[in-house]
């Protein structure tokens, strides 16, 4: 696996340089203290970013807010990453027990997350070949940590109520 870096970061769970990420209802309770994407795209090329894989890795932090959520409250919950320039997610991932596990954090605790993330291709046999391409470059810039392609990661979780 090749590592690409696209940022890191110092500041809370707002923004990690000029990728904003968050984690959507949790952004109360943590801070993201810096993130990392892994992933293979640059050595699996262009054409074939439907079989690259990667890892998104998160270190967050508990604060010292009081948690009003149970790891019972939690239906479901994704993550993903995304650019300006497209419509289509970037990657994803599936992340239930990672959104239970973090509720039972306590204050002051720091965890870091590996996430396997699933990379999308945004090709489309409806789009021109031209399109196609300007999209997946836009993945795959994102993916190779090209500065500015990424714009952010989020975390979508679903609760109960």
């Not at 990420?21 to 993201?32: M, P």
């Not at 999308?120 to 993945?139: G, M, T, Y």
Request: aromatic share 6%; proline share 2%.
């Amino acid at each position: 696996m090749i590592l690409v870096s696209c940022g890191g970061g110092d500041g809370g769970s707002k923004s990690s340089g000029k990728v904003s990420v968050t984690l959507g209802d949790f952004d109360d309770y943590f801070d993201v203290k810096s993130y990392k994407l892994e992933t293979d795209v640059a050595e699996k090329g262009l054409e074939n970013l439907a079989k690259a894989k990667g890892t998104l890795i998160l270190v967050v932090k508990r604060n010292k807010t009081e948690m009003k959520l149970k790891p019972s409250d939690v239906l479901g919950a994704e993550i993903a990453g995304e650019t300006a320039s497209s419509r289509y997610k970037v990657f994803r991932a599936d992340v239930d027990g990672m959104a239970r596990k973090l509720l039972k954090l306590e204050p002051g605790a720091e965890e870091t997350l590996e996430i396997p993330i699933k990379i999308i291709d945004p090709f489309n046999s409806w789009n021109s070949n031209e399109e196609n391409l300007q999209k997946r470059q836009a993945h795959y810039d994102a993916l190779t940590g090209v500065k500015g392609a990424l714009s952010e990661i989020y975390m979508d979780v679903e609760l109960k109520d």
